[in-house]
């Protein structure tokens, strides 16, 4: 695509972290090529994500409503050209960007590579070796548009000032505080509550912990533990999505499941601590800009099948707890190596 077409339509229509994903290439093109504007197709409610990001602004997208169908697709491309967009980079390649691109014939439309058949070749064991990862996906999409991105010189955005209602929410200084979002789409994912309270009992003896979930469980969960230990906050259920990333943008560090909660931290430039269960970033799923060393993974002489998928929706019979390997000492060594302290491998933990 030629230079002087400065407009990019960028669709990404998925779920949170794959949004969050997104985030630090798109700030990475914009600082190399000060030239271009971006217009982001996604859900409205991830707009905070780019906040603050000169010459980008979102398009909500409202696939169960005014966009449903194929007729609602189509009244959404002819909103869409009144932009004066010149070129579209799909960075979902699904049915719905499938059937958008026969709208925008005589643009310029380039679609990801998914890689597809490595993936295949990764879970169903051809192959085990790292893949590339979803970022450069990414920004292989841009290069061919013109544009080939350096993402070895990221840029993140500052730690925000809190807000009144935050600081009362959290009371003291943020320095210091982890951040703990022990939940994930699928169970396989997600790492044993018995086993993440071992660590926050740990971890809370000399730091803040704040504690991030979604759900109504996830929240009723979370304050029963938060009620139990001194320093210990639950922002579930309480924060906006903007109140959210202002507290993530002063963590020390975030634990977190393979999930969007490791996305989000780290397009804000927080090292994350990442578990991994029938999942591996092999995959390309990875969170952004983090120390490999950071990604604590299940035991794979136990379990020799992992990854046995993409996302963690399918696994063996027996392999539904295998990210319970981690011990919580493996967590906690790990995060008290990233702030600097000592651990303190005790009998509880």
Request: proline fraction near 4%; aromatic fraction near 8%; hydrophobic fraction near 45%.
């Amino acid at each position: 695509m030629s230079k002087t077409n400065k407009h990019i339509l960028v669709i990404r229509l998925s779920a949170m972290g794959d949004v969050a994903m997104t985030v630090p290439v798109i700030r990475a093109l914009l600082k190399q090529f000060p030239e271009l504007k971006i217009t982001v197709l996604t859900r409205g409610f991830f707009a905070p994500f780019f906040r603050g990001i000169d010459r980008v602004s979102v398009y909500n997208v409202d696939v169960k409503g005014k966009h449903k169908g194929v007729l609602g697709l189509f009244k959404l491309s002819r909103d869409l050209k009144a932009l004066n967009i010149d070129a579209v980079a799909d960075l979902h390649n699904v049915l719905r960007s499938n059937i958008l691109k026969t709208f925008f014939l005589g643009r310029t439309f380039v679609q990801i590579n998914k890689g597809r058949k490595e993936k295949k070749a990764l879970i169903t064991g051809q192959r085990f070796e790292q893949l590339k990862t979803m970022h450069q996906r990414y920004a292989d999409v841009f290069e061919a548009l013109g544009y080939k991105i350096d993402l070895t010189q990221p840029n993140f955005p500052q730690k925000n000032e809190l807000a009144t209602k935050l600081k009362d929410i959290v009371t003291d200084p943020l320095e210091g505080y982890i951040g703990i979002a022990p939940f994930a789409a699928f169970k396989s994912k997600a790492y044993a509550i018995e086993l993440m309270e071992k660590v926050i009992i740990d971890l809370s003896k000399t730091h803040k912990i704040i504690l991030f979930g979604g759900g109504q469980n996830e929240i009723k969960i979370l304050n029963e533990i938060a009620n139990k230990y001194t320093n210990v906050i639950n922002v579930a259920g309480k924060l906006t999505l903007d109140e959210e990333l202002d507290v993530i943008s002063n963590l020390k560090v975030m634990i977190s499941m393979d999930s969007g909660n490791a996305h989000i931290a780290a397009m804000m430039g927080i090292e994350v601590v990442t578990l991994w269960g029938v999942t591996h970033p092999f995959a390309g799923f990875y969170p952004f800009n983090q120390q490999k060393e950071n990604a604590l993974l299940a035991d794979r002489e136990k379990y020799p099948l992992i990854p046995t998928s993409v996302y963690g929706n399918k696994f063996p019979e027996g392999y539904d707890n295998a990210i319970d390997s981690i011990t919580p000492i493996d967590v906690i060594s790990k995060v008290c190596t990233i702030v600097n302290k000592k651990p303190r491998l005790k009998s509880e933990a």
